[in-house]
């Protein structure tokens, strides 16, 4: 492991590339993919279906490595990570929680054993402070009453909350999500985003969640869209205090411009303005605009693509 300078993000990915290889075909999963989520930053992916955000993870939780790129997460460098340092990133610096309720935890142990059997196996809490750290985790997730329960006697929901709790067993600085609430009703997503929303704000953990719940929109600041392996788009939330003195929220979306000068254009705007192949580029005095390359019908009509 090397040691992180304070102000290094907690994931910083540049270049990303995964290509997979299935009978003779190959699918570019990661197309040059560039994130960064800060150190306490609470991010949301989304992204349509087979656009790349499982593919990322993967990698992020130290299960699979790129084709080629960069990655660190929590000062590790994913790429140069061997054997023993691997294992010790999956057991320390990362917890995972994935979509299906069951892989998240041991159904013949209770939501108590899950979180000591997550101790023992990494050995990272001391043994006299690990009942500490349990309680800790169950009063915070408000699991006090249901500690002796097993996954079985547990709803959905609570099933998740006792993973979010065996995945920060052992304080790991990154938190990620793979479609948590994936197989849970609207309200009870609802709740556990909620949940994650105030572990990360209690406990300052970077967290990432990966999923198509809309609703997400209400616990993040931040969601970044993936597109063809790429990030193509981020909006950006705050909350500002309108003319009447309330609160209210706004969101702005940006398109995400890569460290060489690339971004993508929305599907709809190349769609609209029928733009393919070629396109012509102007440099505006506060903007660029972006034309069409091929001859329009009337061509006394400019048309402009983008103002930034
Ligand atoms: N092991 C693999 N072998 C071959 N192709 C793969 C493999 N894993 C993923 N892919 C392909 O890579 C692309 C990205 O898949 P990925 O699962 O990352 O997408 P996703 O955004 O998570 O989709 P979903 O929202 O449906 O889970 C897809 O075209 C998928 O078929």
Known sequence: MTASADDEPDILCSELVRIFVAKGIEVQALQGLGLRVDRGELVALV??????????????????TPTAG?????????IAMRGAER??????????????????????????????????VAGVVPRRRRAEVADGLLDLLRLGDLRARRPHELSGGQQQRVAIAVALANSPRVLLADEPTGELDEATSADVLATMEEVNRERGVTTLIVTHDPAV????????RIRDGRTSTEVLRR???????????????????????????????????????????????DHVAVRPGQRSANADVPVEGSDG
């Open 217 to 224: 929109a209400d616990h993040v600041d931040r969601t970044v």
């Open 70 to 78: 960069a990655a660190r997460v929590a000062g590790h460098d994913l």
């Open 87 to 120: 294992l010790r990133y999956r057991r320390e610096s990362v917890g995972f929680i994935w979509q299906q309720t069951a892989r998240n935890l041991l159904p013949y142990l209770s939501a108590e054993e899950n979180i000591a059997f997550a101790h023992t």
């Open 47 to 64: 992204g349509a279906s087979g656009s790349g955000k499982s593919t990322l993870l993967t990698i992020l939780a130290g299960l699979d």
């Open 239 to 285: 909350t500002e205090t309108d003319h009447t003195g309330q609160e209210v929220r706004v969101a702005e979306e940006f398109a995400v411009l890569d460290a060489v000068g690339r971004m993508q254009l929305p599907a709809e705007f190349t769609r609209t303005l029928g733009l393919r192949e070629r396109v012509r580029l102007s440099l505006e005095p």
